[in-house]
């Protein structure tokens, strides 16, 4: 099954703030941008499931797109209370201790990779389950798209979960608001 995966458009926040599973809205000429690039793209066909997370950054670029779904299963990661803090402010001694354990730690007292791991693999097992579906598109966040890949790509190679969830923690960060990646995915 085709993956379409598009990370929400640019949030109204100020730079440099956790923000995770904060509620934020996205900015509006963002949500016109992307969505305007995915017509144009033409990579979301007419009748293909549209999945979103439920945080509002999110739902405003699905609600252009048409139907769809939302599953709070494809949210961004909780950190607790790092939640909209500057991550300037966030202790070092904190962000260390989670440096040196990406999938246990919770940040904040929030979740931990391996937890947030567990949803998103639970929502891609019952995508995958419905067969004969040839694609789907999902708006989500960057963490839950790194997730998904690093899934994808575990999960065909054997790797158990909390190493998926260790790879996509170590991931670089670079998927763009916005940005469409596409995943040829294997139940």
């Known amino acids: 099954m085709r993956l379409i995966l598009v990370r929400h458009p640019r949030p109204l926040v100020a730079p440099g703030m956790c ?7 996205a900015a509006p000429d963002d949500v016109a941008r992307v969505h305007a690039a995915l017509l144009a793209s033409a990579s979301i066909v007419p009748g293909t499931p ?8 999110c739902t405003a670029l699905a609600a252009r797109l048409g139907p769809h779904t939302l599953d709070a299963r494809l949210a961004e990661m909780d950190f607790g209370g790092w939640e909209q803090r500057s991550w300037n402010d966030i202790p070092r001694a ?12 919770r940040p904040g007292g929030g979740e931990n990779v ?8 639970a929502f891609r097992a019952e995508l995958l389950g419905r067969r004969g579906l040839p694609q789907a598109a999902i708006i989500c966040h960057a963490g839950t798209i790194r997730l998904l890949a690093a899934l994808e790509a575990g999960l065909q190679a054997g790797l158990p979960l909390h190493e998926c969830a260790r790879r ?3 991931a670089p960060h670079s998927i763009a608001y916005g940005e469409t990646v596409i995943l040829e995915a294997v139940a």
Do not use: I, K, T
């Not at 923000?19 to 809205?25: A, V």
């Not at 549209?50 to 950054?57: D, E, F, N, V």
């Not at 904190?94 to 730690?105: G, S, T």
């Not at 391996?114 to 693999?121: H, K």
């Open 19 to 25: 923000y995770g599973s904060s509620d934020l809205p």
């Open 50 to 57: 549209l999945y979103a997370s439920p945080l509002q950054r």
């Open 94 to 105: 904190e962000v260390d201790a989670w440096a040196a354990d990406l999938v246990h730690y």
């Open 114 to 121: 391996l937890q947030v791991a567990e949803r998103v693999a």
């Open 168 to 170: 996509a923690a170590a």
